[in-house]
């Protein structure tokens, strides 16, 4: 990204060392460390996310194209997207069925009591 060589680096170091002098400048380089540091988790958090988010899109995008074709003789690799999004959609259900499951029988006794 930025094409900074060795001699920019020992310029720089030159630089920060007259500035802050020789007690501060161990605390600012750990603290531009871990600001870059934390940039770069949030840079690969936000693109993990717009990842996610772009294979969702095509997933509708391709079940819309099925349910236009009326779910007989699509391409295999809608079909595939067909069955992901049913076991996605499966995998959500899941947690609440349980949750729903559990939360009769506790329904069901204090209605006795």
Known sequence: MFDIGFWELVLISVVGL???????LPVAIRNVARMVGTVRRMAGSVKDELEQELKIKELQDNLKKAE???MQNIAPELQKSVDELKQAAEDVKR???SDAKSENPQSQSTKEQ
């Open 18 to 24: 007259v500035v802050l002098g020789p007690e501060r």
């Open 68 to 70: 236009n074709m009326g």
């Open 95 to 97: 947690p609440y069925q």
